[in-house]
C-alpha cells in the first residue's frame, strides 16, 4: 500500500508518502509545497493544485489521507483551511484516487499511542517508524508523514477486524 498524506496550510502545505507491506514501512518522499504570503490566495491554491497533480502522477498513491478537523480560533484562517482542502480532495478525486479522513486525536493515537501526544512527541514516532536518521523538515511534511503512517496503521487494523 502507498499513501499520501497530505497537511493542509495556506502558506505551506505538507506531504509525505509512505509505503507499507503491512509490516515494513518506508519513505518514499516527503516535503512541502510552499507558498508566497503576499500572492494572491486563488494562485496559491492554483499552485498547490498543479503540484499535488504532478505527485499523484509521479507516485500513483493508493489512497490520499488528510485531516478532517481544522481546530482554529481564527474564522478567516478555518475558511482558507478549508479551501486548500478542497483542492488537495479534488487532486486526488480527479486522479481516481480515494481520500480518507483521520482526526488530530486519531492521527496522534496511531502513531505515538496516546491521542494527546504534543507535536514533537509525533515527530520523534515518524522518524522512529520510517528508520530516519533526522526529524522530517519542513512541520508540515512530518504532520504529513503522520497522516500517512495513521492511515497505514488504521487499515491494518481495519483489515484484522475484518478477517475475523
Known amino acids: ?24 514501512h518506508r519513505l518514499v518522499a516527503y516535503g512541502a509545497i510552499r507558498l508566497p504570503a503576499g500572492e494572491i490566495f486563488y494562485r496559491r491554491l492554483l499552485k498547490i493544485y498543479e503540484r499535488l497533480q504532478e505527485l499523484l502522477a509521479q507516485y500513483t498513491p ?27 480532495i479534488l487532486a486526488a478525486t480527479q486522479a481516481g484516487i480515494p481520500v480518507v479522513e483521520y482526526s488530530p486525536l486519531a492521527i496522534k ?18 522518524k522512529n517508524i520510517l528508520g530516519l536518521n533526522q526529524f522530517p523538515q ?23 477486524w475484518v478477517g475475523k
Open 1 to 24: 500500500m502507498r499513501v499520501l498524506g497530505v497537511d493542509c496550510g495556506s502558506q505551506s502545505t505538507g506531504y509525505g508518502i509512505v509505503e507499507s507491506d503491512g509490516q515494513q
Open 62 to 88: 493508493d489512497v490520499e489521507a488528510v485531516e478532517d478537523q481544522f481546530y482554529l480560533t481564527n474564522f478567516k484562517s478555518v475558511l482558507k483551511l478549508g479551501q486548500v482542502k478542497g483542492i488537495v
Open 109 to 126: 493515537s496511531a502513531v505515538t499511542g496516546y491521542g494527546r501526544a504534543e507535536k514533537s512527541q509525533v515527530q520523534v514516532m515518524v
Open 138 to 160: 519542513p512541520h508540515d511534511a512530518s504532520d504529513a508523514l503522520a497522516l500517512a503512517i495513521c492511515h497505514i496503521h488504521t487499515a491494518a487494523t481495519e483489515s484484522k
